[in-house]
């Protein structure tokens, strides 16, 4: 019997532990997503919470955030006014974290 409990408990400690490891990543790609954010600059045109300006669109309210790979393609191969940031390693690299800031602002919105 307390083999059965030992087994049960070892499986929710696991289950426990893969769900604050993947909370922990989350946080961390939103954090990095942040820091990306504000070191390359978007904020001169998308605004300091990423709401936009009268030129220059939303970034918590658009469509686009929803699906990760039009957002990529975005912001790698530009669109319209934005310019292309796939030359920019640290832009390329961190798009993920970028998308995970914006998606994280966006449900902070609602």
């Given at each position: 019997m307390s083999k059965k409990f030992s087994?049960?408990?070892?499986?929710?400690?696991?289950?426990?532990?893969?769900?604050?490891?993947?909370?922990?990543?989350?946080?961390?790609?939103?954090?990095?997503?942040?820091?990306?954010?504000?070191r390359e600059r978007c904020e001169t045109c998308h605004g300091p919470t990423a709401e936009g300006s009268a030129a220059f669109p939303s970034l918590v309210a658009s469509p686009k955030l929803k699906n990760k790979e039009e957002f990529t393609?975005?912001?790698?191969e530009g669109k319209g006014a934005m310019p292309?940031?796939?030359?920019?390693?640290?832009?390329?690299?961190?798009?993920?974290?970028?998308?995970?800031?914006?998606?994280?602002?966006?449900?902070?919105?609602?």
């Amino acid at each position: 019997m307390s083999k059965k409990f030992s087994v049960v408990g070892t499986i929710v400690a696991g289950a426990l532990l893969s769900v604050a490891a993947q909370s922990a990543f989350a946080d961390e790609a939103v954090e990095n997503g942040e820091k990306l954010y504000k070191r390359e600059r978007c904020e001169t045109c998308h605004g300091p919470t990423a709401e936009g300006s009268a030129a220059f669109p939303s970034l918590v309210a658009s469509p686009k955030l929803k699906n990760k790979e039009e957002f990529t393609k975005i912001v790698l191969e530009g669109k319209g006014a934005m310019p292309a940031f796939k030359a920019n390693k640290k832009v390329a690299d961190g798009v993920d974290s970028l998308f995970a800031y914006l998606n994280d602002l966006a449900a902070k919105k609602k």
